[in-house]
């Protein structure tokens, strides 16, 4: 298994940029395959972006992949999340996940195993 953290959210106004961060520890981050997602009141928990062990295939909902961009550090465990553009619709609490044998389209919320504890984002006019 792995142990997820994320960091870096925050309250920003519409328009401006944040960067979320996801610390891996335990087993090898490559192994996983990497997620993005977010929850705001009320609503179902959400994809937002993926990207593969190498970064050779990447995944954005539609909403964000013009204003997005989903990297990893391989060597340092990290996960990001570049967030620019930010408006209200963005806001939620963030949460980055790690899966390997069950993933396939990487964008369900059933294919990952490992789940950290989520990071706020709150965007205001």
């Known amino acids: 298994q792995v142990q997820l953290v994320e960091s870096g959210g925050g309250s920003v106004q519409v328009g401006e940029s944040l960067t979320l961060s996801c610390e891996g520890t335990g087993r090898s981050f490559r192994d996983y395959a990497m997620g993005w997602f977010r929850q705001a009141p009320g609503k179902n928990r959400e994809f937002v972006a993926a990207t593969n062990w190498n970064s050779e295939t990447t995944h954005y909902v539609e909403s964000v992949k013009d204003r997005f961009a989903i990297s990893r550090d391989n060597g340092k465990s990290t996960l990001y999340l570049q967030m620019n553009r930010l408006n209200a619709e963005d806001t939620g609490t963030y949460y980055c996940?790690?899966?390997?044998?069950?993933?396939?389209?990487?964008?369900?919320?059933?294919?990952?195993?490992?789940w950290g504890q989520g990071t706020q984002v709150i965007v205001s006019s």
């Open positions: 996940a790690a899966g390997r044998s069950r993933v396939s389209t990487m964008r369900g919320v059933e294919e990952y195993d490992w």
